[in-house]
């Protein structure tokens, strides 16, 4: 297939910079669709590590990157993350790097009104990572945002953001935050604007070019299916669509563009923030799945809750989702367990059902079923043969294909690009 999306499967920090990385190499061109800076992709070359944020990981093997429309872009946090990967070496200019012009800014009082918001919910906190994400979205659906094409028009500038500051000003004063001076937010915004515009245009327009040429696109997704605002553990969500349907609007492609969906799940679960978790871990196995998985925000350094492979829930995120192969990552952290566990159900009440349910509370009771399979000792740490593996580990891979009903498509066994075993190439499709 020309095209593949890269989607997380379960509630993100899969490992899609790794994946997205290695498959780039066959790659013309890679898209980030949604999400944010929020999102944090970890990439391992060698012995340079890179962290990405908003830009695509394309970049690291000078691939043309593009972001689209359907992402949200603080362009302080652009620019000081342009810097930090030109410091390790990388080139990103208007030759490497394109912005969609119809893309929404994320501007301060978005991360101002995000933290306060976070605050006056107290326990019932969702956990953001407080750079503003979702009120930026949510001007977007409110029709007052700023996009990208405004900071070519400074009269637009200046009337929008009477509207806009008069929405959060409001909101920010009745939390008890400060409040942001307009011709503050107008001078930054138009400081700013020489150098994002070099890289801004239709990136719809170059996309279709490329299409049509026969190039291939990698879509690069952020966050995952739990994390996404319809079909994830509401209220304990992102606020964009994460599944694979979004990099068709997200890019301004067609959805028959999207090509071969890939989604990516750890051979065991994390999730930072709030929100349910049925298979997670308070005991010293969940502990030692996070020091020997070094599970810390990449954004945020928050440690990463940890728990079972919950194969209800990455049926479900691969249904709702269209994933067409899987790749198992972080397969070498569970070397040495004596015994794995994998969920497949819940119990709530006295019901069994097979998915996690709508309802808050209904998720909040989903008691798991677990069942258990036999762990291995030898080390399946970096290896990039399935036949190498150790049996217990096939028989573990086995499993989660047929609870999942999806094939794999890849194993990745140590962070390392080329530490991947490849069963069935994506592209190939
Ligand atoms: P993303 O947000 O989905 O791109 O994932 P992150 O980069 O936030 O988190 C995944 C972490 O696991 C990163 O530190 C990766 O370097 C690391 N990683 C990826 N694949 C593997 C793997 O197969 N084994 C181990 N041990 N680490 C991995
Ligand atoms: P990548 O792309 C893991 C989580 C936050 C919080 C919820 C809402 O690296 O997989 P937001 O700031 O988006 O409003 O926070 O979503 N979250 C992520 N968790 N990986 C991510 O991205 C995340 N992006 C957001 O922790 O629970
Ligand atoms: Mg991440």
Redesign the pocket.
Known sequence: MANVAVI?AQ????G?GKVVDWLASRADVVVRYQ?GH????TLVVGNETYKLSLLPSGLVRGKLCVIGNGVVIDPEALLAEIARVRAQGLSVSPDTLRIADNAVLILPMHGAL?RAREEARGDRK??????G??PAYEDKVARRAIRVCDLAEPETLDAKLDELLRHHNTLLASLGAPTFDKQTVLARLLALAPEILPYVEPVWERLDTLRQAGKRILFEG???VM?DVDHGTYP????SNTVAATAASGAGVGPHSVGFVLGIAKAYATR????PFPSELHDDIGKGLGERGHEF???TGRPRRCGWFDAAMVRQAIKVSGIQGLVVTKLDVLDGLKELKLCTGYRIGDKVVKHLPAGMAAQAAAEPIFETMAGWTTSSRSMRTWAELPPAAIAYLRRIEELVEAPIALVSTSPERDDTIVVRDPFAD
């Open positions: 997380g509630w993100g920090d899969e899609k999400g929020n999102a944090g992709h995000d969702i956990g953001t990572t407080g750079r994400i979702g952020a966050q995952a994390l304990y969500v992102t606020s930072v923030g709030s929100g925000g990449t954004v």
